[in-house]
C-alpha cells in the first residue's frame, strides 16, 4: 500500500563515489545459512515492527470476533485501539499525502477505515487493516526483490583481495586497493579491478563483461576486467582502474541511474492512480446518497484500488532494466525502455557492428611505379595514431610485415572519410574513394572482391595505390537479425563502406535495406527523416562516427566492445558485443510494455466490477477488502515476472521469464 506513489529502488549506498567497488550493508542481508534457504532469507528482510502490527492485530481482532455479542463492552475498546495503533502507518501517510494535494489509496482506506469504527463495525475494521499490513510486507518483499537484483550484480566482486609486497602478501578490504596495486588473482576467484597481467597465464571468463561464452587465454601484458573469473592459473595483475573507473563500475553506475529515471508511463500510471481515488470517493458518496447504506459505502471506498499500478508500474520498469543487465544489455532509463517496445525500424552499422570489427589486409595494390612497401608504410605512418579498426589493420600488416613505420608529426582524422597526416613534412592522405573525389584526386578502378573495402593511399597529392581490407561478419549476425525480422522489425544496413561491398552483406545477412556511401551527417539524416515518416528508429553502432545517428536515432544501442563516444551518446549499451542480445532485450521492453497495460486494464476491470457490486450490496466491507487485497497483489506479482533471478549475470539466447 505504501508504494501507491513512485517507489524508491535507490541502491546507490552500494557504490561509493571513489574507490574500490564494496558491497553495502543492507538492512536485513541475509547470513550464509540464510542465504541457502529462500525462507530465512525473506524472514530476514521482513521489518520486525510491521510483524509486531500484524500480530497485535489479528490478537485484537481474535478477541473481538469471540465477544461480537457484547457490542459496546471493553472488547470494543481493545477493537478501537487496535485499529488506531496498528494501521498508524496508513493513517500517517493518508495525512502527509493530502498536506501534499495527492489523492492516495491511503486516504480511501483511511476513510474506510474511520468509517467503519463510526459504526461500530470494530471487527471490519481491524480485519482491513490486517489485510493492508500483511499486503504491505508481501509488496515490501517483492520489491526488495526488484533491488537485490541489481545489488547482487556486486557479488560478482570479492570481499578481501591480496596485494603483493616486496617481501610478504597481504590480503585487504577491496575498497582499500588503489592505482599500482599489484593483485594476487587465485584460481577460480574473480578479478576485482582493471589492470594488467604482469606475471602467470590462465584462462578467463570474460562473459560478464565482454559476452564472450568462451574463456580467454590471458598471459604477460593482456588486459583483465572487474567482475570477470578466472579459471585456471594464478595471475598477478598491475591495477589500472578501481571503482567506477572499471567496465563493471560503469555498468552498475549506468544501472543505478537507470533506477532513478522515471518513464512517461510512470507518471501516467501515478495520475490514473489519483483518478481512481476520486472516483471511488465519488461512488461511494453517490451510493450514500442513493442507498443510505453506511456499509455498501464503505464497501465501494474499499474495494476500489490501484496500487496495482501504483506499485506494478515501476516494479515492472526496474524488473526489465534488471533483467536486460542480466541478459547483457545496460538500458540507462526507464524513457529508453520504454522507447525500445515501440522501436520498428532498427539501422545497424557495419563495421564493428554486423563484422568483428578486426579487419585484416588481404590485397595491396601499388600503382606502376611504386613499391608495396612505400605503400604500406606511408599508409602505416599516417594511420599510426588512428584508433578506426581499418587504420589498426593496416599498422598491424605493417608492422607484421617488419616493415620501418615513422609516426605521422601532425594527424586528423576525419569521421567516415579518412586521416589526413604529414610525415617528413609531406601529407598523406589515406580514405575512401569517396573522399579522394572530394580532394579532387584520381579514383583508382574498384577492387574486385565483393567483400573488401578499398583504401586509397596519396602522398604529396599524387596517388600510391589502393589497399584491400576485409572484416569477417560475426557468426551470430544472420540469426540474429532473422529473430529481429520475426519480431515484425525492418531492418537497415548503413555503411561508409562502398556500395559493392555493402550490398553483398546486405544479402548475405538479409538486411531489408541497404544505404552505402553514407557520411556520418548523413547517417544522422536518414535517422531524422525515417522518424519524420512516422517510424521509431534505433541506430546500432559502435564508433565515433556512429555517435551523431546514435544520438538522433529514437534509441541508440551502442556496442560496448565500441569507443567511448558511442557508449557515452548511445541510450543503450550491449555487454560485449553479441548481437543476439538484440532481439533479447527488445522482448523484455515490450514484455514490460504489455505487463503495464495488462495492470492498467485489470485495476480497472476489477475497481469497476467491485464498485458496481458494493454499491448494489453484494459486497459486505471484509469482501470488498479482500478483492482490493488480492487484486493488488495479482498485479504486483504480474510485474514481479520480470524481475531476473539470482543465478547468472549473463543468461544466453533461450532464456524465460521465470521468476
Not at 545489488?151 to 566482486?157: E, S
Not at 529515471?261 to 481515488?277: E, M, N
Request: charged share 20%; proline share 4%; with cysteine.
Amino acid at each position: 500500500m505504501p508504494a501507491s506513489g513512485p517507489l524508491d529502488f535507490n541502491v546507490s549506498s552500494t557504490l561509493p563515489a571513489s574507490g574500490s567497488l564494496k558491497r553495502a550493508k543492507t538492512p536485513g542481508r541475509e547470513s550464509d545459512s540464510a542465504a541457502a534457504f529462500p525462507f530465512k532469507r525473506r524472514w530476514a528482510r521482513i521489518d520486525r515492527a510491521d510483524l509486531v502490527r500484524v500480530a497485535f492485530v489479528t490478537l485484537a481482532a481474535s478477541t473481538v470476533w469471540l465477544h461480537l455479542w457484547e457490542p459496546f463492552s471493553r472488547f470494543s475498546l481493545i477493537g478501537l485501539m487496535a485499529a488506531l495503533a496498528g494501521g498508524f502507518p496508513i493513517y500517517k501517510t493518508a495525512v502527509e499525502h493530502l498536506l501534499k494535494m495527492r489523492m492516495t489509496m491511503e486516504l480511501s482506506m483511511t476513510i474506510a477505515i474511520l468509517a467503519a469504527l463510526g459504526i461500530g463495525e470494530f471487527f471490519t475494521a481491524l480485519v482491513i487493516v490486517l489485510f493492508v499490513l500483511v499486503a504491505e510486507i508481501l509488496e515490501h518483499l517483492t520489491v526488495e526483490r526488484g533491488r537485490r537484483a541489481i545489488r547482487d550484480l556486486l557479488d560478482f566482486l570479492p570481499h578481501m583481495v591480496t596485494v603483493m609486497g616486496n617481501q610478504q602478501s597481504e590480503d585487504i578490504p577491496i575498497d582499500k586497493v588503489g592505482r599500482g596495486d599489484i593483485l594476487l588473482i587465485r584460481p577460480g576467484s574473480r578479478i576485482p579491478v582493471d589492470g594488467r597481467v604482469i606475471r602467470g597465464e590462465s584462462f578467463v571468463d570474460q562473459s560478464t563483461i565482454t559476452g564472450e561464452s568462451i574463456p580467454t587465454r590471458k598471459t604477460v601484458g593482456d588486459m583483465l576486467y572487474a567482475g570477470t573469473l578466472n579459471q585456471s592459473g594464478a595471475l598477478e595483475v598491475l591495477t589500472e582502474k578501481v571503482g567506477r573507473e572499471t567496465n563493471f563500475g560503469k555498468i552498475i553506475d549506468s544501472i543505478e541511474k537507470a533506477e532513478h529515471s522515471r518513464a512517461p508511463i510512470q507518471k501516467t500510471a501515478d495520475k490514473l492512480a489519483g483518478y481512481l481515488v476520486y472516483f471511488a470517493l465519488g461512488g461511494a458518496f453517490l451510493t450514500l446518497l442513493l442507498t443510505h447504506d453506511l456499509r455498501s459505502t464503505i464497501s465501494v471506498v474499499i474495494v476500489a484500488g490501484a496500487c496495482g499500478i501504483a506499485a506494478g508500474t515501476p516494479l515492472a520498469i526496474l524488473g526489465a532494466i534488471g533483467r536486460a543487465a542480466r541478459n547483457g544489455a545496460i538500458i540507462k532509463g526507464g524513457l529508453y525502455l520504454e522507447r525500445l517496445a515501440d522501436v520498428d525500424y532498427v539501422l545497424f552499422d557495419k563495421t564493428g557492428t554486423v563484422t568483428l570489427g578486426s579487419p585484416e589486409v588481404i590485397d595491396v595494390r601499388p600503382v606502376f611505379g611504386v613499391s608495396a612497401q612505400t605503400l604500406i608504410e606511408s599508409a602505416a605512418a599516417a594511420e599510426w595514431k588512428s584508433e578506426h579498426p581499418i587504420g589498426k589493420a593496416i599498422v598491424k600488416h605493417a608492422q607484421q610485415s617488419a616493415l620501418e613505420i615513422t609516426p605521422a608529426d601532425s594527424f586528423e582524422y576525419r569521421p567516415g572519410e579518412g586521416v589526413v597526416a604529414e610525415v617528413q613534412g609531406e601529407p598523406i592522405v589515406v580514405g575512401s574513394p569517396a573522399y579522394f573525389r572530394q580532394l579532387g584526386l584520381p579514383v583508382l578502378v574498384p577492387a574486385n572482391h565483393m567483400v573488401a573495402s578499398q583504401v586509397l593511399v596519396a602522398r604529396s597529392e599524387t596517388v600510391l595505390g589502393s589497399i584491400l581490407v576485409a572484416d569477417p561478419l560475426r557468426r551470430e549476425a544472420r540469426r540474429a537479425l532473422l529473430q529481429i525480422k520475426r519480431m515484425g522489425f525492418k531492418t537497415a544496413l548503413v555503411t561508409g563502406d562502398s556500395k559493392t561491398v555493402a550490398s553483398q552483406i546486405g544479402r548475405e545477412i538479409g538486411f531489408d535495406c541497404v544505404y552505402s556511401e553514407l557520411l556520418p551527417d548523413q547517417k544522422m539524416e536518414l535517422a531524422r527523416r525515417l522518424t519524420a515518416m512516422g517510424h521509431v528508429v534505433a541506430m546500432v553502432g559502435d564508433g565515433i562516427n556512429d555517435a551523431p545517428a546514435l544520438a538522433q536515432a529514437d534509441v541508440g544501442i551502442a556496442m560496448g566492445s565500441g569507443t567511448d563516444v558511442a557508449r557515452e551518446s548511445a541510450d543503450v549499451v550491449l555487454i560485449g558485443s553479441d548481437l543476439n542480445k538484440l532481439a533479447a532485450m527488445f522482448r523484455i521492453a515490450r514484455t514490460c510494455r504489455q505487463i503495464i497495460r495488462q495492470n492498467f486494464i485489470g485495476t480497472l476491470a476489477v475497481d469497476a466490477v467491485g464498485i458496481l457490486l458494493a454499491a448494489f450490496g453484494y459486497l459486505n466491507p471484509l469482501l470488498a477488502a479482500f478483492i482490493h487485497v488480492a487484486s493488488e497483489m495479482t498485479f504486483i506479482l504480474n510485474s514481479a515476472r520480470l524481475l531476473p533471478g539470482r543465478s547468472h549475470f549473463y543468461e544466453p539466447e533461450g532464456w524465460t521469464f521465470s521468476s
